[in-house]
């Protein structure tokens, strides 16, 4: 039984420093927006020149209007016509033209809104203050959903990503999952009884006592590894939608400050990370692909009761939050 459906949340849309002078396409539910600074802060309207259709995306930002580049009309943030050259008669009007959304910055990232403010503000974990991070922003070919799961699945890293994470090789141990609600979402907490198998938990994973892989509405992942001292690593991934469902994914890694400098562990862990999502995308443009030629909308799936977090993910997105104190063994 749900206690609540949240409302419109904040979504991260893109690096705060890939917005410069010119204006910004980027996807918000898969609607395609353009994205400006105005004077006033973050302007984001709909990315289509009402005249002809062309990407407003494409065009120029003048002062707080933001230009077509076909015919030179200019609108506000309001999404008002506030210029059309060649029109000697041509008066601002306040007729909205353009669907809108609302825009802020925080934490060096871009987030967007459509219809009423939120009453939340946009989500930074608490690690963002005390850890010292980096950004990355890539795509995957695939549905949200399935992407997601991709994220907080440890049962694909002995075969996907084998060496890496977990070895197909070694022998299985037991690990006890709990999984639990948050504020927004869902989380798992995986207690294992030995180490990863894989060469990562070798470099990374001395002192680790537990891992925890979090869903967040309206579509945030954390993948966090503790140690007794508190969070040692963790991955925040803002992911949205673009056009034909593919999604794109800020990858925010945390790293705790300790002697070993930051720069240090993120050079050794990047390379990790991105043969990992290499591995990762490819299976899920495959997965993605497949499901495509069979027709069938939303995919027909097994679901066992070791896919534990897919239901989870599937109601953290629709916003549907329910008391959750599950308990599990996998062997991993
Ligand atoms: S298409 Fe934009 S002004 Fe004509
Ligand atoms: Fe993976």
Same mark, same amino acid.
């Given at each position: 039984?749900?206690?609540?459906?949240?409302?419109?949340?904040?979504?991260?849309?893109?690096?705060?420093?890939?917005?410069?002078?010119?204006?910004?396409?980027?996807?918000?539910?898969?609607?395609?927006?353009?994205?400006?600074?105005?004077?006033?802060?973050?302007?984001?309207?709909?990315?289509?020149?009402?005249?002809?259709?062309?990407?407003?995306?494409?065009?120029?930002?003048?002062?707080?209007?933001?230009?077509?580049?076909?015919?030179?009309?200019?609108?506000?943030?309001?999404?008002?016509?506030?210029?059309?050259?060649?029109?000697?008669?041509?008066?601002?009007?306040?007729?909205?033209?353009?669907?809108?959304?609302?825009?802020?910055?925080?934490?060096?990232?871009?987030?967007?809104?459509?219809?009423?403010?939120?009453?939340?503000?946009?989500?930074?974990?608490?690690?963002?203050?005390?850890?010292?991070?980096?950004?990355?922003?890539?795509?995957?070919?695939?549905?949200?959903?399935?992407?997601?799961?991709?994220?907080?699945?440890?049962?694909?890293?002995?075969?996907?990503?084998? $060496? @890496? &994470?977990? /070895?197909?090789?070694?022998? +299985?141990?037991?690990?006890? !999952?709990?999984?639990?609600?948050?504020?927004?979402?869902?989380?798992?907490?995986?207690?294992?009884?030995?180490?990863?198998?894989?060469?990562?938990?070798?470099?990374?994973?001395? $002192? @680790? &006592?537990? /891992?925890?892989?979090?869903? +967040?509405?309206?579509?945030? !992942?954390?993948?966090?590894?503790?140690?007794?001292?508190?969070?040692?690593?963790?991955?925040?991934?803002?992911?949205?939608?673009?056009?034909?469902?593919?999604?794109?994914?800020?990858?925010?890694?945390?790293?705790?400050?300790?002697?070993?400098?930051?720069?240090?562990?993120?050079?050794?862990?990047?390379?990790?990370?991105?043969?990992?999502?290499?591995?990762?995308?490819?299976?899920?443009?495959?997965?993605?692909?497949?499901?495509?030629?069979?027709?069938?909308?939303?995919?027909?799936?097994?679901?066992?009761?070791?896919?534990?977090?897919?239901?989870?993910?599937?109601?953290?997105?629709?916003?549907?939050?329910?008391?959750?104190?599950?308990?599990?063994?996998?062997?991993?």
């Amino acid at each position: 039984m749900s206690d609540s459906h949240l409302p419109p949340a904040w979504v991260a849309v893109a690096r705060a420093s890939a917005l410069k002078r010119k204006p910004l396409s980027v996807y918000y539910q898969g609607e395609p927006v353009v994205i400006f600074r105005d004077g006033a802060g973050i302007a984001a309207l709909e990315d289509r020149c009402p005249h002809r259709g062309v990407p407003l995306s494409q065009g120029h930002v003048d002062g707080s209007h933001i230009r077509c580049v076909y015919h030179g009309w200019q609108f506000n943030r309001r999404g008002e016509l506030s210029l059309m050259p060649g029109d000697p008669d041509f008066r601002p009007c306040s007729r909205q033209l353009l669907k809108t959304y609302l825009g802020c910055e925080k934490e060096g990232l871009i987030w967007l809104v459509a219809g009423e403010a939120p009453t939340g503000s946009p989500f930074v974990p608490e690690i963002h203050s005390t850890h010292a991070y980096r950004t990355a922003s890539v795509s995957i070919a695939a549905p949200l959903v399935d992407v997601i799961e991709n994220l907080l699945d440890p049962l694909h890293t002995h075969s996907i990503h084998a $060496g @890496i &994470i977990r /070895s197909d090789k070694k022998a +299985r141990h037991r690990c006890d !999952v709990t999984v639990t609600h948050v504020r927004d979402g869902y989380q798992a907490t995986y207690v294992e009884q030995h180490r990863q198998s894989g060469v990562l938990s070798r470099v990374f994973g001395g $002192g @680790i &006592i537990k /891992s925890v892989g979090r869903i +967040r509405y309206p579509g945030i !992942v954390e993948i966090e590894y503790h140690s007794a001292r508190g969070i040692e690593l963790a991955v925040v991934i803002y992911l949205h939608v673009r056009e034909d469902e593919a999604c794109q994914l800020i990858v925010r890694s945390y790293f705790r400050r300790g002697v070993v400098p930051v720069c240090l562990k993120a050079w050794v862990l990047f390379p990790f990370q991105w043969v990992t999502f290499a591995q990762d995308r490819r299976i899920l443009e495959l997965q993605h692909k497949t499901n495509r030629r069979a027709h069938t909308e939303p995919p027909a799936y097994i679901v066992t009761h070791c896919d534990i977090m897919r239901r989870y993910i599937e109601r953290a997105l629709a916003g549907d939050i329910a008391h959750t104190d599950e308990h599990k063994v996998l062997m991993l």
